[in-house]
């Protein structure tokens, strides 16, 4: 096993796989893949407010319950 943490990684956004960078927020990766994410309060030249929860998605780590 190698210690050098992936270029990207494979994300699943309903049921189709895409490349996301690490450490990328998963709206980002999705706006790249062309997969929208209905959003209020984003904008990739601010910081993150994450008011509204418009943009709220579930991630399944795989880690378990």
């Known amino acids: 096993m190698s210690d ?3 270029s990207e990684v494979t994300v699943t956004i309903n ?3 895409f ?3 690490p ?3 998963l709206i980002a990766a999705a706006d790249r893949a062309g ?3 209905p959003r209020f309060c984003y904008h990739e030249r601010m910081s993150s407010v ?3 929860r418009m943009c709220l998605v579930d991630i399944d ?3 378990g319950p």
Request: include cysteine; charge should be negative.
């Open 50 to 52: 994450g008011m509204c």
């Open 35 to 37: 997969v929208h994410i």
């Open 23 to 25: 450490g990328e927020m």
């Open 19 to 21: 490349e996301a960078r």
């Open 15 to 17: 049921g189709d796989e």
């Open 61 to 63: 780590t795989g880690r």
């Open 4 to 6: 050098t943490p992936p």
